[in-house]
């Protein structure tokens, strides 16, 4: 076995020291001890054939359409990924969910400022709004059922100016994720109105991190959606709702209730490891692993996992996270864990992630608008083709 010492194998996959450091604590590299020394040694193959893997997302043949996983189309200073890092306006997400709150966030996000700034503005009294909830389709509609009836209750509603998206987003965040909780607006930070009205007092910390890190991904199918129509010129409360339908979609979000069910079922039929080697022979998809954009880990499951490890949960079903051999977990499949650690639903995992999102697409309005320019981009006609 020949072995790399830590600057080179960080050089030969390109990354920082610390990126190659993570990579190790998240499980996905094997360091080994040198005797008589601090630093550590890593193997040459093992690097190589991680190198090749994430190499697959910069393949000809992958990148050739942009619109699928390929070079960026648009340009953003709202969050970004970097060497495997998520960062949210250059703070990374991992440093936010130690201390911060998603009202934080959304400052960070919205008006720019660090996330140790004073949200004032956003614990202002708010709105009253009757308590909603129930079943999350029902939510959703609802949800942007209100949202479009804001543009005639809204007599500046076709005003997108920054000073005035940044006077209502509170009211579109908080009153937005009313819907999938059932919670009237209060002056308790969103962490610990979901935490009461969800019966998990005791897990509001969890909660917060929770929506801290999941406040935004880059340029997301919702994001996406929601940033083309607020480029027409529409009212935010069309561009939000607009997300919100992406969000909804089996391959956005529908990756959450996927995952939860198929663990519910792994961690009722005996050690996870054997009922995925057995749901592989039927030729059965194995749902909440692996992520395009993050080769060597998602960030987010990292932390999400760590959550659900210092809970009370049984050890089979945090043995799913080793259970496919060679792949690590997406956000979708950690967060889908962490909702049966805590003894809740798949729903319950899906709304969080919508509480939390909306303030990550307000963001991309607000930059949106700004660039006063239409996103239009071109299709390749494929004449005389069928099909």
Not at 198 to 215: E, N, T, Y
Not at 255 to 265: D, I, M, P, S
Request: a negative charge; aromatic letters at 8%; one cysteine or more.
């Amino acid at each position: 076995m020949r072995y790399l010492s830590s600057a080179e194998a960080a050089r030969e996959l390109g990354v920082s020291l610390p990126t190659l450091y993570s990579y190790v604590s998240r499980g996905v590299l094997t360091s080994y001890p040198q005797a008589g020394r601090k630093s550590r040694l890593y193997d040459a193959d093992q690097i190589a054939k991680f190198k090749m893997r994430g190499e697959i997302l910069n393949n000809a043949q992958v990148t050739e359409n942009i619109m699928h996983y390929g070079h960026p189309v648009l340009e953003t200073q709202v969050s970004g990924i970097v060497d495997g890092r998520l960062l949210f306006r250059g703070h990374d997400i991992s440093v936010l969910a130690d201390n911060s709150t998603a009202e934080d966030v959304a400052d960070l996000l919205w008006v720019g400022f660090d996330s140790s700034a004073s949200l004032g503005w956003i614990r202002n009294e708010l709105p009253e709004l009757a308590p909603r909830g129930g079943e999350l389709d029902r939510a959703l509609v609802d949800c942007q059922r209100w949202l479009l009836s804001r543009i005639e209750a809204d007599q500046s509603a076709y005003d997108n100016s920054r000073e005035k998206i940044i006077e209502i987003a509170p009211l579109i965040w908080r009153g937005g994720a009313s819907f999938f909780f059932g919670s009237a607006l209060t002056g308790r930070s969103l962490h610990e109105e979901i935490a009461v009205v969800s019966g998990l007092p005791d897990q509001a910390d969890c909660i917060r991190k929770c929506l801290v890190i999941l406040a935004d991904h880059e340029l997301t199918a919702s994001t996406f959606a929601t940033r083309v129509i607020a480029s027409t010129g529409a009212p935010i409360y069309q561009a939000i709702s607009a997300g919100l339908a992406s969000l909804n979609g089996a391959r956005h979000l529908g990756e959450v209730e996927r995952a939860y069910r198929q663990f519910k079922l792994l961690a009722s039929e005996g050690t996870p490891e054997l009922a995925i080697r057995q749901a592989q022979r039927r030729g059965d998809q194995i749902y909440g692993f692996e992520h395009t954009i993050y080769p060597y880990g998602d960030p987010r499951a990292e932390i999400i996992l760590e959550l659900a490890s210092s809970l009370d949960a049984r050890d089979e079903l945090l043995s799913i996270k080793h259970a496919v051999g060679g792949k690590t977990l997406n956000f979708e499949g950690a967060i889908a864990l962490l909702a049966i650690s805590l003894g809740k639903g798949w729903s319950f995992a899906t709304a969080l992630v919508i509480a939390s999102r909306l303030i990550g697409l307000i963001a991309h309005c607000i930059e949106e608008y700004e660039q006063q320019r239409m996103i239009r981009p071109r299709a390749r006609y494929l004449a005389g083709r069928s099909g």
